[in-house]
Nanobody, 123 residues
Framework: VQLQASGGGKVQPGGSLRLSCAAS????????IAWFRQVPGQDREFLTA????????AAVDSPKGRFAIPRDNAKNTVYLQMNSLEPGDTAVYYC?????????????????WGQGTQVTVSY
C-alpha cells in the first residue's frame, strides 16, 4: 500500500485547507484511513479516521471539531477538510492506513504511512 499526501501549504489564520491522500497498490486490504499530524519535538497526534470499505463509511469525529474526512472511493482518495485554521494547527500532516478488522483501529494499528505534507498557518 502506498499513500501520497498533498495539498499542504501556507494559509492565514481563519482560513481553510483541504489535504488529499491518494492510495495505491494493494488497496483491497485497507480497512481504515486516518490523518495524524506532528509538530517537531512532539508526539504524533491523531486527528480523524474513516472506514475504507463500507458503502456508508463510519468516521471518527475529530477532537478538533474543525476537521472532516470526506472520501472518494472512485478515486481511491481520502481528504482532510480543515476549517477555521489556527497557528497551532501548523504541523506536518500524515495520512495513514490500517488493515485491521476492528473499528476504529488503535493508533499503533496503522501500518502504512505516507510521506507527510507541511501545513503552516500564519500571516
Amino acid at each position: 500500500v502506498q499513500l501520497q499526501a498533498s495539498g499542504g501549504g501556507k494559509v492565514q489564520p481563519g482560513g481553510s485547507l483541504r489535504l488529499s491522500c491518494a492510495a495505491s497498490g494493494r488497496t483491497s486490504i485497507i480497512t481504515a484511513i486516518a490523518w495524524f499530524r506532528q509538530v517537531p519535538g512532539q508526539d504524533r497526534e491523531f486527528l480523524t479516521a474513516i472506514r475504507w470499505s463500507d458503502r456508508k463509511p463510519a468516521a471518527v469525529d475529530s477532537p478538533k471539531g474543525r476537521f472532516a474526512i470526506p472520501r472518494d472511493n472512485a478515486k481511491n482518495t481520502v481528504y482532510l477538510q480543515m476549517n477555521s485554521l489556527e497557528p497551532g494547527d501548523t504541523a506536518v500532516y500524515y495520512c495513514v492506513a490500517s488493515a485491521v478488522l476492528s473499528w476504529p483501529p488503535r493508533s499503533y494499528e496503522y501500518d502504512y504511512w505516507g510521506q507527510g505534507t507541511q501545513v503552516t498557518v500564519s500571516y
